[in-house]
């Protein structure tokens, strides 16, 4: 299975401060299709995740531009440029690239 | 606008079944792939199990093989799963995730509420 490795477990952060996520994968994440199937997911205190970011990339529709992922192969960061207190919860990057789909332990963002 | 709700948790015991229901709306259901994940009380995400769009290929994780059943009635417009021999690690808000296409994986772009299980003697 391919291990998704977050860190760090937990981020402090002032408002309006970044933030930045690191997610490591155990094999390439790169499909015989040429895409990199890397997906961010929020997930706010009491509440289902929501898609941030979805190939590595892109960010869905309604996500402010705040939010951006980048990274290639086996590494990948999600980045908040200036963290607002709606921004608290916990942070999942998730692989779908091999079988079986896979997720990262999570980050919990909070506010100092 | 894309809605998934997600029905029958509920507390089982140990070795029970179960079989928790996903009504969709507001998309072509027959159209797309889905996937159960859960979340057990105070973890992260784990994939359970996928299915395409014409129930015609399934995927399951390897703790759940052999003992859930992902299945899906494009009439109806619901997603099943059949949990049998329930154990107490199984205890997890259980979320119905919706996929863009009909063999398109991974994506977990539509997210349901969550029904909770609860595997307890």
């Known amino acids: 299975d391919v291990v998704m490795t977050q860190s760090p477990l937990s981020l402090p952060v002032t408002l309006g401060q970044p933030a930045s996520i690191s997610c490591k994968s155990s094999?390439?994440?790169?499909?015989?299709?040429?895409?990199?199937?890397l997906n961010w997911f929020q997930q706010r205190p009491g509440q289902s995740p929501r898609r941030l970011i979805y190939k590595v990339s892109n960010r869905d529709s309604g996500v402010p531009d705040r939010f951006s992922g980048s990274g290639s192969g086996t590494d990948f960061t999600l980045k908040i440029s200036r963290v607002e207190a709606e921004d608290v919860g916990v942070y999942y990057c998730m692989q779908g690239t091999h079988w079986p789909l896979t997720f990262g332990g999570g980050t919990k963002v909070e506010i100092k | 606008e894309v809605q998934l709700l997600e029905s029958g948790g509920g507390l089982i015991q140990p070795g029970g079944s179960l079989r928790l229901s996903c009504a969709a709306s507001?998309?072509?259901?027959?159209?797309?792939?889905m996937n159960w994940v859960r979340q057990a009380p105070g973890k992260g995400l784990a994939w359970v199990s996928a299915i395409s769009g014409n129930g015609g290929t399934t995927h399951y994780a390897d703790s759940v093989k052999g003992r859930f059943t992902i299945s899906r009635d494009n009439s109806k417009n619901t997603l099943y799963l059949q949990m049998n021999s329930l154990r107490a690690e199984d205890t997890a808000i259980y979320y119905c995730?919706?996929?863009?296409?009909?063999?398109?994986?991974?994506?977990?772009?539509?997210w349901g509420q969550g029904t909770l299980v609860t595997v307890s003697s």
């Open positions: 507001g998309f072509t259901f027959s159209n797309c792939a």
């Open positions: 995730v919706k996929e863009p296409y009909t063999t398109s994986f991974g994506w977990f772009g539509s």
């Open positions: 094999q390439s994440l790169v499909y015989s299709d040429g895409n990199t199937y």
